[in-house]
């Protein structure tokens, strides 16, 4: 059997390495297909965002918007939902502390929730055909604790500061 007809026969065969037909094409550009997720960016989804606005607040919510937001080349839009829910909680916080009302026990979880539902439709609304063909992130989890975490203790100092204020001390 000579060279020629050895190359020839490989010719003929398909490279098992090669990428399939969808990954080519959309490393190509020619177009998007749902089937290619390598190039879909990793996003938090609408459960993810309502667990952490309810458990820290709307910041937190808006913080992993944010983050969506900046995993699609978007970063103003980010921006804007975090100052958005950062102006609501500056003035949501020194309101509450003025009335000075003692407060049901099941009011601050219907708040919660309340927060968990206003941010899961901002986030169905704004970004829900983004989320269809995101990709899964990696330690959603850890980063969502994070981002929790982080926002808590935020509030817990301005809570903080505006009590010391309204009692009339300084800092």
Same mark, same amino acid.
């Given at each position: 059997?000579?060279?020629a007809?050895?190359?020839?026969?490989?010719?003929n065969?398909?490279?098992?390495?090669a990428?399939?037909?969808?990954v080519?094409?959309?490393r190509?550009?020619?177009?998007?297909?749902?089937?290619?997720?390598?190039?879909?960016?990793?996003?938090?989804?609408?459960?993810?965002?309502?667990?952490?606005?309810?458990?820290?607040?709307?910041? !937190?919510?808006?913080? @992993? %918007? *944010?983050?969506?937001? $900046?995993k +699609?080349?978007?970063?103003?839009?980010?921006?804007?939902? &975090?100052?958005l829910?950062?102006?609501?909680?500056?003035m949501?916080?020194?309101?509450?502390?003025?009335?000075?009302?003692d407060?049901?026990?099941?009011?601050?979880?219907?708040?919660?929730?309340?927060?968990?539902?206003?941010?899961?439709?901002?986030?169905?609304?704004v970004?829900?055909?983004?989320?269809?063909?995101?990709?899964?992130?990696?330690? !959603?989890?850890?980063? @969502? %604790? *994070?981002?929790?975490? $982080?926002? +808590?203790?935020?509030?817990?100092?301005?809570?903080?500061? &505006?009590?010391?204020?309204?009692?009339?001390?300084?800092?």
């Amino acid at each position: 059997m000579s060279t020629a007809t050895i190359i020839d026969k490989r010719k003929n065969q398909a490279n098992p390495f090669a990428p399939t037909k969808a990954v080519a094409e959309t490393r190509n550009g020619d177009r998007k297909t749902a089937d290619a997720q390598s190039d879909s960016q990793p996003l938090f989804n609408t459960s993810q965002i309502a667990v952490a606005s309810f458990f820290a607040s709307p910041l !937190a919510g808006s913080i @992993l %918007l *944010a983050y969506n937001f $900046g995993k +699609l080349n978007q970063a103003r839009r980010g921006r804007i939902a &975090v100052l958005l829910a950062a102006g609501f909680m500056l003035m949501l916080i020194p309101g509450i502390a003025a009335i000075d009302v003692d407060f049901p026990r099941g009011l601050s979880s219907a708040i919660g929730l309340l927060y968990a539902a206003a941010m899961a439709l901002i986030t169905k609304t704004v970004m829900g055909d983004e989320l269809k063909n995101a990709g899964k992130m990696t330690y !959603a989890f850890m980063k @969502l %604790l *994070a981002v929790v975490g $982080g926002s +808590l203790a935020l509030l817990a100092l301005y809570a903080v500061m &505006v009590e010391v204020m309204m009692s009339g001390g300084t800092f």
